[in-house]
């Protein structure tokens, strides 16, 4: 999906930079990759994530990354990064809005796990929203590092790179999300 971009103009080369660097955060999340994912953070970012306290600059972001990333590589599930929208607050500072869904290692979307049926049919397993409503609440409850998050960057271009300088994760759960297909 191509990203709705706003704000003042800037280059095509300027927006897939961004989005180039979304699948990089993606690729060293889902590889366990800590220096990776370090190399794309400015050295004075700010992060708050939902499962942690507030990180202020490189060196705490690179502790929780180096104690958290490697535990994940084992793991069942993991995330894909969508960039939903570019903000081009300047031509060197953009706000980015990504969507972040967990998905099997296969890259099969949880959500669309949820709607299967238990028999394995093509059709919805779902009798109505308040059904797939209880089968995701109870897949939170027991899973709560698996619900879809929504990420918001602000990144900044330095020396003709681009870096994350902010980053905030939220968990959110949508609508669409919890309505059968």
Same mark, same amino acid.
């Given at each position: 999906?191509? /990203?709705?971009?706003? +704000?003042?103009?800037?280059?095509?080369?300027?927006?897939?930079a961004?989005? @180039?660097l979304?699948?990089?955060? =993606?690729?060293?999340?889902?590889?366990?990759?800590p220096?990776?994912?370090?190399e794309?953070f400015?050295?004075?970012?700010?992060w708050?994530? /939902? &499962?942690?306290? /507030?990180? *202020?600059g490189?060196d705490?972001i690179?502790?929780?990354?180096r104690r958290?990333?490697?535990? *994940?590589?084992?793991?069942?599930? *993991?995330?894909? &990064?969508?960039?939903e929208?570019v903000q081009? %607050?300047?031509?060197d %500072?953009?706000a980015v809005?990504?969507?972040? $869904?967990?998905?099997t290692?296969?890259? =099969?979307? #949880?959500?669309?796990l #949820?709607? $299967?049926?238990?028999? +394995?049919?093509?059709r @919805?397993?779902? $009798? +109505?929203p308040?059904?797939?409503?209880?089968?995701?609440?109870?897949l939170? @409850?027991?899973?709560?590092g =698996?619900a879809?998050?929504?990420? #918001? &960057?602000?990144?900044?271009?330095?020396? +003709?790179?681009?870096?994350i300088?902010v980053?905030q994760?939220?968990?959110? %759960?949508? !609508?669409?999300?919890?309505t059968? !297909?």
């Amino acid at each position: 999906m191509k /990203p709705q971009v706003t +704000g003042v103009a800037v280059s095509a080369q300027d927006v897939a930079a961004i989005v @180039t660097l979304v699948a990089e955060v =993606e690729h060293a999340q889902q590889n366990a990759l800590p220096d990776a994912y370090l190399e794309l953070f400015r050295h004075d970012a700010l992060w708050s994530a /939902p &499962y942690s306290s /507030p990180l *202020t600059g490189l060196d705490e972001i690179a502790a929780f990354a180096r104690r958290m990333l490697p535990g *994940t590589a084992g793991q069942p599930l *993991t995330w894909a &990064y969508e960039v939903e929208s570019v903000q081009f %607050i300047r031509s060197d %500072i953009a706000a980015v809005k990504i969507r972040q $869904r967990p998905v099997t290692r296969d890259g =099969e979307r #949880l959500d669309d796990l #949820l709607r $299967r049926p238990v028999d +394995g049919s093509p059709r @919805t397993g779902c $009798r +109505g929203p308040s059904e797939a409503v209880r089968r995701w609440a109870a897949l939170v @409850t027991a899973h709560p590092g =698996e619900a879809p998050d929504t990420a #918001l &960057y602000v990144m900044a271009k330095t020396d +003709g790179r681009w870096r994350i300088a902010v980053a905030q994760n939220t968990t959110a %759960i949508e !609508a669409d999300t919890l309505t059968p !297909a």
